[in-house]
């Protein structure tokens, strides 16, 4: 079928990513993995997608391609949310990478006077933006459907590995009830 060709495909694509920008032992170790432990879950899902453009997004990241690091988290985001949440991650990397042999600004604040933590905010507000137009072309094209991934999921029961599953479990540690 398509689809089978599609997942393939992609398959392929991140190996020969790992064999670009990374290294053999990666590469061997994303096909034995996905081969041998999830080729269940890899042909009957689209996971690999998001998966792919938010690792890519890390390739960027890593080789200071900064902003093609946030737009490809923004596709990945768009995709599925959990790579909105290592949007923090790249603007620490990002910041890290542009203050590194840099002097900041003295002072309580100096920091907000940093070039580098404008350099920063641009990087987050193409995330923001490039996130807000899909939505925005979403909701003119199916008003009521723009938001519907937020609908289905809100109405599901918690997964065991999600955020707010690992804050549920969190607040019970400190007496909070987990139902």
Not at 90 to 101: D, G, K, P, S
């Amino acid at each position: 079928p398509p689809v089978f060709a599609v997942i393939f495909t992609l398959f392929l694509v991140g190996y020969f990513g790992f064999l670009r920008f990374s290294d053999r032992k990666r590469a061997l170790a994303y096909f034995v993995y996905l081969v041998l432990g999830a080729i269940g879950t890899v042909i009957s899902r689209f996971d690999i997608f998001p998966a792919l453009v938010t690792l890519a997004a890390l390739w960027a990241t890593q080789r200071r391609h900064f902003a093609g690091g946030y737009l490809l988290l923004a596709l990945g985001t768009l995709l599925k949310l959990y790579p909105a949440f290592l949007l923090p991650v790249l603007m620490i990397e990002h910041w890290r990478t542009l203050t590194a042999n840099a002097e900041l600004p003295r002072g309580a604040i100096g920091w907000l006077r940093s070039p580098a933590t404008w350099r920063v905010a641009e990087g987050a507000a193409v995330f923001a933006a490039a996130v807000g137009l899909a939505f925005v072309v979403a909701a003119m094209l199916d008003p009521g459907g723009a938001l519907s991934d937020f609908t289905y999921t809100s109405a599901r029961t918690l997964q065991l590995e999600s955020l707010p599953a690992t804050l549920l479990w969190l607040g019970s540690l400190f007496g909070l009830p987990a139902h």
